[in-house]
């Protein structure tokens, strides 16, 4: 079985237990279209290595085969994908003009800080008087209260130049009523749980659990969108750090590594970690990055 291809290995398999690429995706979650594509050993459709060996084992678990007798295969045809870039090995040199079109550089450089500063100044402008029109409003809603009003005056005036009686007539003045207790404008949320939004930008494999619950397993096409939503962990395992766009408790994080990189990155309410792959809790590598929650 070891000296044939893996996708024709897998093939036969699951036509001679009568199955269809439905059964298998229905097991695995596998999109049917990269069933197809590993059965025909067409690497061109699957994004990394990882994913391309990660989908052979669950597709050869679903079989009942023994996958040690083709990882030997499998690894050998993952040689062919293109070694994975860790973030900071790209290449950013300064990008430095053609000498002959320096002139012209300058002036478009001139001329952004020119169109820049006239926004800020505009947009200056408004705010000042956006402020003062703010100002005004609240002088003029602290003076209302000190209106007097008709019937305040008829209240506080008495009952001898009301009736016409006189002067020396005694004076029943009511007596005040008591201080209403004040209340309270809004009463305060009650602490929500930690939020963690996964857009894909690209094609890219993801895990999700929340409070230890398995929420999501598979591929996301571009522009899709998965939400977490718990109380006390949510964990997210990729095989494209960098096809991936996150947002943790409002917080725009971006993606997290480098295109095709797998990684694993647990959240808290208040921070998250980032786990580098193949690497245990007690080496010096890992790294914590705290991030205030909003």
């Known amino acids: 079985m070891a000296t044939q291809s893996v996708g024709k290995s897998l093939r036969e398999e699951r036509l001679r237990r009568g199955l269809t690429l439905e059964h298998i995706n229905a097991s695995t979650k596998i999109p049917v279209g990269l069933l197809?594509?590993?059965?025909?050993?067409?690497?061109?459709?699957?994004?990394?290595?990882?994913?391309?060996?990660?989908?052979?084992?669950?597709?050869?678990?679903?079989?009942?085969?023994?996958?040690?007798?083709?990882?030997?295969?499998?690894?050998?045809?993952?040689?062919?994908?293109?070694?994975?870039?860790?973030?900071?090995?790209?290449?950013?040199?300064?990008?430095?003009?053609?000498?002959?079109?320096?002139?012209?550089?300058?002036?478009?450089?001139?001329?952004?800080?020119?169109?820049?500063?006239?926004?800020?100044?505009?947009?200056?402008?408004?705010?000042?008087?956006?402020?003062?029109?703010?100002?005004?409003?609240?002088e003029l809603a602290a003076l209302q209260p000190q209106a007097s009003s008709p019937a305040s005056e008829l209240s506080h005036a008495s009952p001898a130049s009301l009736k016409g009686g006189s002067e020396n007539a005694p004076v029943h003045t009511p007596p005040a009523a008591a201080p209403r207790p004040a209340v309270a404008s809004a009463q305060t949320a009650a602490e929500s749980g930690l939020e963690v939004r996964i857009s894909a930008v690209e094609q890219a494999w993801v895990?999700?659990?929340?409070?230890?619950?398995?929420?999501?397993?598979?591929?996301?096409?571009?522009?899709?969108?998965?939400?977490?939503?718990?109380?006390?962990?949510?964990?997210?395992?990729?095989?494209?750090?960098?096809?991936?766009?996150?947002?943790?408790?409002?917080?725009?994080l971006g993606p997290l590594g480098g295109r095709g990189q797998v990684m694993t990155v647990v959240f808290t309410r208040d921070n998250y970690e980032v786990v580098e792959p193949h690497l245990s809790a007690s080496t010096p590598f890992r790294r914590v990055l705290n991030v205030t929650a909003r």
């Open 36 to 138: 197809q594509a590993i059965e025909a050993d067409d690497f061109a459709s699957i994004s990394s290595a990882f994913l391309y060996k990660s989908f052979t084992r669950q597709f050869a678990s679903a079989l009942q085969m023994d996958y040690a007798q083709l990882q030997t295969v499998v690894n050998r045809s993952a040689e062919a994908y293109p070694e994975v870039r860790m973030p900071g090995q790209e290449d950013h040199g300064p990008k430095v003009p053609a000498l002959g079109a320096s002139y012209e550089y300058r002036v478009r450089w001139g001329v952004s800080v020119v169109a820049l500063a006239v926004v800020l100044v505009g947009c200056s402008g408004l705010y000042a008087l956006w402020q003062k029109a703010r100002t005004r409003a609240d």
């Open 207 to 252: 895990s999700m659990d929340t409070d230890g619950k398995r929420i999501y397993s598979g591929l996301l096409e571009a522009a899709d969108t998965k939400v977490l939503e718990g109380h006390q962990t949510a964990r997210v395992h990729t095989g494209n750090a960098g096809g991936i766009d996150v947002v943790f408790n409002g917080r725009h």
